[in-house]
T-cell receptor
Framework: KQEVTQIPAALSVPEGENLVLNCSFT??????LQWFRQDPGKGLTSLLL?????REQTSGRLNASLDKSSGRSTLYIAASQPGDSATYLC???????????FGGGTRLMVKP | GAVVSQHPSWVICKSGTSVKIECRSL??????MFWYRQFPKQSLMLMAT?????????EQGVEKDKFLINHASLTLSTLTVTSAHPEDSSFYIC??????????????FGEGSRLTVL
């Protein structure tokens, strides 16, 4: 059974810092991995999708990497802003059927 | 981008009543939608997979008679919590996979529906 772990569970940083969120998964035979953002009481916003054949994806200040062999993905946020404060979730998709397994999330607070 | 809408966003009901939550894909068709449940400060747990025109597939431990799922069209899936009780209070989120996105596997999520059962 696929298990997804995110470290740290919570993170507080001053504005402007670069930061890294970690995601690890136990079964390396994944189809893709997706990073989401969730604001309190809201749904999920898709940030980046990395296919199993890819090593990284970039969108603006966000960069996500994938190392299947070690079962790890990282989300790098450059020059963090208070508006980045949210919970970040990674989710692993084992096959094209899209049954996602979610990590516990990292609650990020960026202080002005 | 693809938009998924849920309605209602908030619902408060008395114990014993049934509540229907709608999930709509607004600008794309989705043969498959997924229903998740999220408890406070916890991650999402998949409840069931909803396939257009066929019965939903429920995850282990989820009562299909308690959580009725209907996926009557390519843009609408509904989750009905029957005879709701306080322990059913939770945040319910749906997601949909666009037909065009079948090769990428990207999923899009609704804004969630918070159910409070008194």
């Amino acid at each position: 059974k696929q298990e997804v772990t995110q470290i740290p569970a919570a993170l507080s940083v001053p504005e402007g810092e670069n930061l890294v969120l970690n995601c690890s998964f136990t079964d390396s035979a994944i189809y893709n991995l997706q990073w989401f953002r969730q604001d309190p009481g809201k749904g999920l916003t898709s940030l980046l999708l990395i296919q199993s054949s890819q090593r990284e994806q970039t969108s603006g200040r966000l960069n996500a990497s994938l190392d299947k062999s070690s079962g790890r993905s990282t989300l790098y946020i450059a020059a963090s802003q208070p508006g980045d404060s949210a919970t970040y979730l990674c989710a692993v998709n084992l096959n094209a059927g899209n049954m996602l397994t979610f990590g516990g999330g990292t609650r990020l607070m960026v202080k002005p | 981008g693809a938009v998924v809408s849920q309605h209602p966003s908030w619902v408060i009901c008395k114990s014993g009543t049934s509540v229907k939550i709608e999930c709509r894909s607004l600008d794309f068709q989705a043969t498959t939608m997924f229903w998740y449940r999220q408890f406070p400060k916890q991650s999402l747990m998949l409840m069931a997979t909803s396939n257009e025109g066929s019965k939903a597939t429920y995850e282990q431990g989820v009562e299909k008679d308690k959580f009725l799922i209907n996926h009557a069209s390519l843009t609408l899936s509904t989750l009905t919590v029957t005879s709701a009780h306080p322990e059913d209070s939770s945040f319910y989120i749906c997601s949909a996979r666009p037909l065009r996105g079948r090769s990428t596997g990207e999923l899009f999520f609704g804004e969630g529906s918070r159910l409070t059962v008194l």
